[in-house]
């Protein structure tokens, strides 16, 4: 007698027990080769946003063409980067003076504290400078700052290669998939993937100079230091999902109550910049974001504590474009799918019902223009 099938749910218990060794190994992976993909996946985050740069400026500049458009996104965007790194070499150490010279202060709020906790003879700011092992923590720093130097390094490294071969990508997909169905849905996915990311580039740095414009009214309102460089610091934070929004109307405050004499003028602070941050995230960015991303927001928080557990403050940095992308190579294979619906917001992970707006039409579509990545394909019969 020919043995008997196994049952259904046997097959779909083993298959998503798979699946869930296969994102614990993937998790593992990423994590011990951190020091090889970081720079990589920061040079693919910085490809995209150039591509979609250089699509912009062909766009809105007439007499740029495709040809030329490239090469000019690439050097708008390295000459910001260099002017924000000059302007945070240049104001970092006025920062760090300003700090110093509060010392007398932070010794009063350290004493106000102790004597509020009832801890006798508290220690000073400079006291527990002279307590640190000044050699370890040099060591450590001067580390971070080769660290650094090697990752922006092979940042530019990968990035210059990822630009250069952006011309074989067609022909990859083409030899990847040749079955024209399989090719299109790739497509399709790519395409998600690439509109997501550049439509969160594109809300998260828009709304990050509205907060960072109204916080720099603030707080140069209540006179505080250096409030291009907090303004700035704002600006970097807001990209970081949640804490990024903590710090900027936290810290500034904290700062204040070192600066002035009082609470007055912290306080006001903070009320300013909490009203930013709620009209902002409450009200702007919601309108802003649509439904482009679809991740649900326990998940954003969850993701950002996984990528910042693997990859530090660059994870923290791209946890929500990275999960937007797992989420939507997951959502292409029946094994993972229902991983995908769990960080989806709606429990459609493809989007189905709200298409991006450059997606090529799928096979029930009418037959799109000519060109190797968009050949009409046979209509797929409908799921049972």
């Given at each position: 007698?020919?043995?008997s099938a196994?049952?259904?749910?046997?097959?779909t218990?083993?298959?998503?027990?798979?699946?869930?060794?296969?994102?614990?190994?993937?998790?593992?992976?990423?994590?011990f080769?951190?020091?090889?993909?970081?720079?990589?996946a920061?040079?693919?985050?910085?490809?995209?946003?150039?591509d979609?740069?250089?699509r912009?400026?062909?766009?809105?500049?007439?007499?740029?063409?495709?040809?030329?458009?490239?090469p000019?996104?690439?050097?708008?965007?390295?000459?910001?980067?260099?002017?924000?790194?000059?302007f945070?070499?240049?104001?970092?150490?006025?920062?760090?003076?300003?700090?110093?010279?509060?010392?007398?202060?932070l010794?009063?709020?350290?004493?106000?504290?102790?004597g509020?906790?009832?801890?006798?003879?508290?220690?000073?700011?400079?006291?527990?400078?002279?307590?640190?092992?000044?050699?370890?923590y040099?060591?450590?720093?001067?580390?971070?700052?080769?660290?650094?130097a090697?990752?922006?390094?092979?940042?530019?490294?990968?990035?210059?290669f990822i630009l250069?071969s952006r011309?074989?990508?067609?022909?990859?997909?083409?030899?990847?998939?040749?079955?024209?169905?399989?090719r299109?849905?790739?497509?399709?996915?790519?395409?998600?993937?690439r509109?997501?990311?550049?439509?969160?580039?594109?809300?998260?740095?828009?709304?990050?100079?509205?907060?960072?414009?109204?916080?720099?009214?603030?707080?140069?309102?209540?006179?505080?230091?250096?409030?291009?460089?907090?303004?700035?610091?704002i600006?970097?934070?807001?990209?970081?999902p949640?804490?990024?929004?903590?710090?900027?109307?936290?810290?500034?405050?904290?700062?204040?109550l070192?600066?002035?004499?009082?609470?007055?003028?912290?306080?006001?602070?903070f009320?300013a910049?909490?009203?930013v941050?709620?009209?902002?995230?409450?009200?702007?960015?919601?309108?802003?974001?649509?439904?482009?991303?679809?991740?649900?927001?326990?998940?954003?928080?969850?993701?950002l504590?996984?990528?910042?557990?693997?990859?530090?403050?660059?994870?923290?940095?791209?946890?929500?474009?990275?999960?937007?992308?797992?989420?939507?190579?997951?959502?292409?294979?029946?094994?993972?799918?229902?991983?995908?619906?769990?960080?989806?917001?709606?429990?459609?992970?493809?989007?189905?019902?709200n298409?991006?707006p450059?997606?090529?039409?799928?096979?029930?579509?009418?037959?799109?223009?000519?060109?190797?990545?968009?050949?009409?394909s046979?209509?797929r019969?409908?799921?049972a």
């Amino acid at each position: 007698m020919p043995a008997s099938a196994p049952p259904a749910g046997v097959t779909t218990v083993a298959r998503n027990a798979l699946v869930v060794l296969a994102v614990i190994a993937a998790g593992a992976t990423l994590y011990f080769m951190a020091s090889i993909l970081t720079p990589l996946a920061l040079a693919m985050f910085l490809a995209v946003m150039i591509d979609g740069f250089a699509r912009v400026l062909q766009h809105r500049l007439p007499h740029v063409s495709r040809r030329a458009a490239l090469p000019l996104a690439v050097t708008i965007s390295l000459v910001l980067f260099g002017g924000t790194a000059v302007f945070v070499a240049m104001n970092g150490a006025n920062f760090v003076g300003q700090l110093v010279a509060y010392e007398p202060k932070l010794d009063a709020i350290i004493a106000q504290l102790a004597g509020m906790a009832r801890v006798k003879d508290p220690p000073t700011v400079l006291s527990v400078i002279k307590g640190l092992d000044a050699s370890k923590y040099l060591g450590l720093a001067a580390r971070a700052v080769q660290d650094f130097a090697s990752t922006a390094l092979f940042v530019l490294v990968y990035l210059a290669f990822i630009l250069a071969s952006r011309k074989g990508w067609e022909r990859k997909a083409i030899g990847l998939f040749p079955q024209r169905e399989e090719r299109q849905d790739a497509v399709i996915a790519f395409l998600r993937i690439r509109d997501g990311v550049e439509r969160y580039l594109f809300v998260q740095t828009v709304t990050g100079l509205m907060v960072a414009s109204l916080s720099f009214v603030a707080m140069v309102a209540v006179g505080l230091h250096d409030a291009l460089f907090w303004a700035f610091l704002i600006f970097l934070a807001v990209y970081i999902p949640v804490a990024g929004g903590v710090f900027a109307g936290v810290a500034p405050p904290l700062f204040a109550l070192v600066q002035f004499d009082g609470y007055g003028r912290a306080f006001v602070l903070f009320l300013a910049l909490q009203a930013v941050g709620v009209i902002i995230g409450n009200v702007v960015y919601p309108r802003m974001q649509g439904r482009s991303l679809n991740i649900d927001p326990v998940m954003v928080l969850l993701s950002l504590a996984f990528w910042s557990a693997i990859w530090g403050l660059t994870g923290a940095f791209l946890s929500t474009p990275l999960t937007v992308m797992a989420m939507v190579i997951l959502a292409q294979f029946d094994g993972s799918r229902w991983i995908a619906v769990i960080l989806s917001a709606d429990g459609d992970p493809q989007q189905l019902k709200n298409k991006m707006p450059n997606e090529p039409p799928d096979a029930a579509d009418p037959p799109p223009s000519k060109g190797p990545l968009s050949e009409p394909s046979r209509r797929r019969p409908k799921a049972a």
